[in-house]
């Protein structure tokens, strides 16, 4: 039996360890073996449920904010890497003898951002892969402090992208072997939305993610502002946080915005989809976008910025609709659309939630483990 160490880049259920846990088999020929960070309940329970094991290996991931950003936030990152450098080191040697009594086979890192696991693979000398699934600086806001390091870590890396988009950003950074394998998203079979479109006149909005301005949850709060002045019942639910979650509040309250309401984290979403009319990916630039193939599964009209990876799974007009990327404007002639054409909005729905299941809900853990053999 192979053991495959896989490097968690955080401790939550993220939307790239909740896309790991939707892809792992079960234990048969291969043994996986989960490094998180720090403990967390909810992640720890769904390896468990797995049928695997963990270790907390008290790591860090030390990442370098760009944009505009604060000087706490600067002199936050600029300690953490440096407090890193001694840090990490003593981890890897400490979790370098336990791993190595473990027969390690393969270390495949979940996230770009984490380098943790490849500077273990060097050092047990066994192959490593990076699953590469996000866009650091144009949809996180972060990059890697070390870009030299990087691209020795990148030469010595195989690398699984999740879509065309990220591997058209990524692929010449990597001279070994690479795929691209779209992330599968488990569909639940037994979810049943007993609410039809608009059903009480109200259109309930919902946007997912981590509250940052990459996301654009100031960009619906702003559509719902034009909505509410020309006399729409519209109602915006925001699922997450983030650090730019109290600003938003303040600007809500500010402005005098009526109609938002702020959910913090979420681990219900699937049933927060049963009272929502329109689920709204307003992301900058999205790797893939797990939470537009969940929006098209449970039953919400998907509204998304036509840039990254959502302008090729949105087909406009047939399984959503797509808005300009950062036109406030646009993104509200868009929920007028679906607002003033219920049977229209109705019948996307039911296409978009047929096109998901065809294209999103398969297995692709074999797609993996072929890789695996490949390299």
């Excluded at 030390?62 to 407090?83: A, M, R, T, W």
């Excluded at 943790?116 to 996180?140: C, P, Q, S």
């Excluded at 915006?236 to 959910?263: M, S």
């Excluded at 098209?296 to 990327?325: A, H, P």
């Amino acid at each position: 039996m192979k053991n495959i160490l896989v490097v968690c880049h955080d401790h939550t259920l993220s939307g790239a360890n909740r896309a790991l846990m939707d892809w792992i088999p079960k234990k048969e020929n291969y043994n996986f073996i989960f490094l998180i960070p720090r403990h967390n309940i909810l992640l720890e329970n769904e390896i468990n449920k797995l049928g695997y094991s963990f270790i907390i290996g008290h790591y860090l991931v030390p990442v370098n904010h760009v944009g505009k950003i604060g000087i706490k936030e600067f002199l936050k990152d600029f300690i953490k890497y440096f407090y890193s450098i001694t840090f990490n080191k003593i981890m890897l040697m400490i979790l370098f003898s336990k791993f190595k009594k473990m027969n390690i086979d393969l270390v495949h890192s979940n996230s770009f951002a984490v380098t943790f696991g490849v500077t273990l693979a060097r050092l047990l000398k066994v192959k490593h892969i990076w699953h590469v699934r996000e866009f650091m600086e144009e949809d996180h806001q972060i990059s890697h402090y070390n870009k030299t390091k990087i691209k020795k870590y990148c030469d010595y890396s195989n690398a699984i992208f999740i879509s065309d988009v990220i591997k058209e950003k990524y692929n010449l950074m990597f001279n070994r072997k690479s795929i691209v394998i779209y992330d599968n998203v488990l569909y639940d079979n037994s979810y049943k939305k007993n609410r039809v479109f608009m059903e009480d006149g109200i259109c309930n909005l919902l946007i997912v993610g981590t509250v940052s301005d990459n996301k654009g949850q100031k960009d619906a709060i702003d559509a719902v502002c034009l909505l509410n002045k020309n006399n729409y019942k519209v109602k915006l639910y925001i699922c997450g946080n983030g650090h730019k979650e109290e600003d938003l509040k303040k600007y809500v309250i500010n402005n005098k915005i009526d109609n938002i309401e702020f959910l913090g984290y979420r681990n219900d979403i699937i049933e927060i989809r049963k009272n929502s009319d329109i689920a709204l990916m307003c992301s900058k630039k999205e790797a893939l976008g797990r939470v537009t193939i969940e929006g098209m599964y449970y039953g919400n009209l998907v509204i998304g910025s036509d840039s990254g990876c959502t302008k090729y799974i949105i087909d406009n007009c047939k399984n959503g609709l797509l808005y300009e990327n950062n036109n406030i404007e646009d993104l509200s002639k868009k929920i007028i659309y679906a607002i003033e054409n219920k049977e229209k909005s109705a019948k996307m729905i039911e296409f978009a939630k047929s096109y998901a299941i065809e294209n999103f809900s398969g297995d692709i853990s074999k797609k993996i483990i072929d890789f695996y053999k490949n390299i």
